[in-house]
């Protein structure tokens, strides 16, 4: 079955530092990604799409330039925080789906944790 | 974006017993889809069911779909403590979810 990798399953790291999570689709081609975010006993709340060879479409109130979304080829998504503060902590989830009507495989999720 | 919204929040009960969780949606859609989160994990793909479709099976696992009211149940029969996990649905633009169903199965 289709699988997401992803990349690495929790991370500390120190405020002021960037931090990358890479998402990888092992056995299809995915020419999109979706990133998502979630905090404890919330729903996912969807960042950006990421787009193979093209800019990363973003959602309302998300900052481009903190969250930089490198989609360079057709197995590997990338989200880097950048300049991360605690407030940033955080669980983010990277999914794809291998084919039209066919559900989003998601990777197993990033615990960021900034202090 | 589309969003699914599922009630009731949070669901208790026994082992042995039978879950159900509902979502109700926006917008018209060609398929929806179950998924089930466990604490601190992935989402887990569970079942997907069209447009055309009223109906589905998948092991313990039964879903509708009721387009005229932009609802879908899905039914999980004979509960087991390994059930407990977090329950989402989606739409095929498929890119929102609603806050999810909290289910505790009781051993």
């Known amino acids: 079955g289709a699988v997401v990798s992803q990349h690495p399953s929790w991370v500390i790291c120190k405020s002021g530092t960037s931090v990358k999570i890479e998402c990888r689709s092992l056995?299809?081609?995915?020419?999109?990604m979706f990133w998502y975010r979630q905090f404890p006993k919330q729903s996912l709340m969807l960042m950006a799409t990421s787009n193979e060879g093209s800019k990363a479409t973003y959602e309302q109130g998300v900052e481009k330039d903190k969250f930089l979304i490198n989609h360079a080829s057709l197995t590997l998504s990338t989200l880097t925080v950048t300049s991360a503060h605690p407030e940033d902590s955080s669980f983010y989830i990277c999914s794809a789906r291998p084919f039209t009507d066919y559900g989003y495989t998601f990777g197993s999720g990033t615990r960021l944790t900034v202090v | 974006s589309q969003q699914g919204e599922e009630d009731p929040q949070a669901l208790s009960i026994q082992e042995g017993e039978n879950a159900t969780m509902n979502c109700s949606y926006k917008t018209s859609i060609n398929n929806l889809q179950w998924y089930r989160q466990n604490s601190g994990r992935g989402l887990v793909h569970l079942i997907l069911?069209?447009?055309?479709?009223r109906e589905k099976h998948s092991g313990r696992l039964r879903v509708t779909l009721d387009t005229s009211k932009k609802s879908s149940s899905l039914l999980i029969t004979a509960s087991r403590a390994a059930d407990t996990a977090s329950y989402f649905c989606?739409?095929?633009?498929?890119?929102?979810f609603g806050s999810g169903t909290q289910l505790t199965v009781l051993p």
């Open positions: 056995d299809f081609q995915a020419t999109t």
């Open positions: 989606a739409t095929d633009g498929g890119l929102t």
């Open positions: 069911i069209r447009s055309n479709e």
